[in-house]
C-alpha cells in the first residue's frame, strides 16, 4: 500500500511564478491536509480538503494561495506569483476519516520550495 | 486558542543516555494526542498517539509517552537513545486539523 506521495520533492521558482504542489493520498483515504514548514519553525496548518470540498482553509494565506482536492486526481496547493517567503517545505497529509476517534494523518514527504 | 509548546528547542545526548522531550498543550476540548519524528531530510513519520484509555502509551522504536490531563502534558520518553534517534520530533494536539509544536532537535552522540 503506497504511502502518501508527493511531487515534484523539490521545486524551484524565480520571483512571480506560479508554483503547483501535487498530493495524492493514500489509497483509500478521502481527507487531505496541507501543512507548511518555514526554516527552524514547526509544521503549520493550512488548508483541510475533502474531495471537491473545501472543509477549511483557516490557516491559508487570503491571496495568492487555493488549493483543490478534485472527483478524479491528486490534491494540488497552487501559489501564485510567488515571493521569497513562500520559500518552504509544504507537507500533505492524508487520513480515511473525518474527525473520527481513530484518525490518524499520514504524511508525504514534502515539496521543498524554493523561490529565487 | 489552541496551542502546543515544546519546551526543549535542541537537546544532545550521549547514546544510552535517557530522553525526556517536554510537550504542553492548551486545547479545551477532548484532545488527540500525537508525536511525530523527522529524520533528516525525510517525511514526517507517527511515532505514538493517544486517544483515550491507559495514559502511558507505547509506540515505535521503544518510545513512550504519557498523557497527564491534570499538567495538560505528553511528555515523549525513551530510556536508552541510539545515535539512529536523531532526528527533529514534533508534538501536535488534534481538534479537528493538526496543531504542532514548534519542535525539538535531537543530536545524540555515538
Known amino acids: 500500500n503506497a504511502g502518501v506521495m508527493q511531487n515534484p520533492r523539490h521545486l524551484v521558482r524565480r520571483r512571480g511564478q506560479e508554483a503547483r504542489l501535487r498530493c495524492s493520498p493514500m489509497?483509500?483515504?478521502?481527507?487531505v491536509y496541507w501543512y507548511r514548514q518555514l526554516p527552524e519553525e514547526g509544521l503549520k496548518f493550512m488548508v483541510y480538503l475533502q474531495k471537491e470540498n473545501i472543509i477549511d482553509e483557516s490557516g491559508m494565506p487570503k491571496e495568492r494561495f487555493s488549493a483543490e482536492f478534485p472527483k478524479e486526481g491528486p490534491s494540488i496547493l497552487r501559489i501564485q506569483q510567488v515571493v521569497r517567503g513562500d520559500s518552504a517545505a509544504y507537507f500533505c497529509?492524508?487520513?480515511?476519516?473525518?474527525?473520527?476517534?481513530?484518525?490518524?494523518?499520514?504524511f508525504g514527504p514534502g515539496t521543498r520550495l524554493l523561490v529565487l | 486558542a489552541q496551542s502546543v509548546s515544546q519546551h526543549n528547542h535542541h537537546v544532545i545526548l550521549s547514546e544510552a543516555a535517557s530522553l525526556e522531550l517536554g510537550c504542553n498543550y492548551s486545547y479545551g476540548g477532548t484532545v488527540n494526542l500525537f508525536w511525530y519524528v523527522q529524520y533528516p531530510g525525510q517525511h514526517l513519520q507517527l511515532l505514538l498517539k493517544y486517544f483515550s484509555g491507559d495514559p502511558l502509551v507505547k509506540g515505535i522504536k521503544g518510545f513512550e509517552a504519557e498523557f497527564i490531563k491534570s499538567k495538560f502534558s505528553f511528555n515523549l520518553r525513551k530510556p536508552s537513545v541510539q545515535w539512529s534517534d536523531t532526528a527533529e520530533y514534533f508534538c501536535a494536539v488534534r481538534g479537528g486539523k493538526l496543531i504542532f509544536g514548534q519542535g525539538t532537535t535531537l543530536q545524540v552522540k555515538p
Open positions: 489509497k483509500g483515504h478521502s481527507h
Open positions: 497529509a492524508s487520513s480515511p476519516l473525518a474527525g473520527g476517534h481513530e484518525e490518524t494523518q499520514y
